[in-house]
C-alpha cells in the first residue's frame, strides 16, 4: 500500500487527441482557475496540459512561481477530499506537469505547494496509458479533482476537449462516486484501500475458477462425447 500510495497524484504529460464538443460546456465552465508547472518533459503534440494551455484553460506556472491553491504533487501527504472543495472554489487546483520516466529527477521540492494533494487510486483513459492504475494526464488529474470535490460539470467540461476524454468517466465512474461522497481525505483513502483489496479479491476467486479441475461429472460427460 505505501508503493502505491508514492505514486498517487504523479501525472503523465502525454495523451493529446482531437476533441469532442458538448453542448453544456459554456455553462459547465469553471470559475475557478487551472495552472500547470510544465517540465517540458514529453512531445508537446500529444500533451494534454500543452493542449488545455493553447485552449487558454489552464495557466502555465514559473518553476518557483507560487500557487495558492490546490495543487497535484506526489510530495504531498493527504489525498484530495471533498472538504477541499472550499479551496479550490477560492484559489483553483495546479498540476505537476512531468513525464513518468522522469520524476526522479524533476524538482518537485522547488514547489513548495501550502496545500499540496495526492490523487487516490484511478485507471488512466488516455491513448498512452489506457487501462494503467496512477498514470493519468494532466485533464484526468485536473477532471478527477474537480469530480471529487463537487464540480462534476467542470469536470466534464474539461474532459469533452478531448475525444477519449468520456472514457476517462466509464472507466472510473464508480471510485469518482465514491470518492466524491467521502468527507475527508482519511476517509478517502479508507474508501481507495477497500476498493482495491476488493478488486485484488475478486482476481485470486477468478483465477482460482480458472485453476480449479473439472468436477468428475464433467470428466464423464467429456468421455461419453469422445
Known sequence: MEQLQENLGALNCDSDEESSSSGEEADAAPTFSVAMWDFNQCDPRKCSGRKLSRLKLIKTLKIKQRFPGLVLTP????????????????KGVAVVDCSWAKIDETPLAALKPAHGRLLPFLVAANPINYGKPLQLSCVEAVAATMYITGFKKEARF???KFSWGHSFLE??????????QCTDSQSVVQEQTRYIEKEQKLQK??????????????????DDEG
Open 75 to 90: 510530495t504531498a501527504e493527504k489525498c484530495v477530499s471533498p472538504s477541499d472543495r472550499d479551496l479550490v472554489s477560492a
Open 158 to 160: 474539461y474532459l469533452n
Open 171 to 180: 472507466l472510473n465512474e464508480e471510485l469518482l462516486e465514491i470518492y466524491s
Open 205 to 222: 476467486d477468478r483465477q482460482a475458477c480458472r485453476d480449479f479441475p473439472p468436477s468428475s461429472s464433467s470428466e464423464s460427460s467429456s
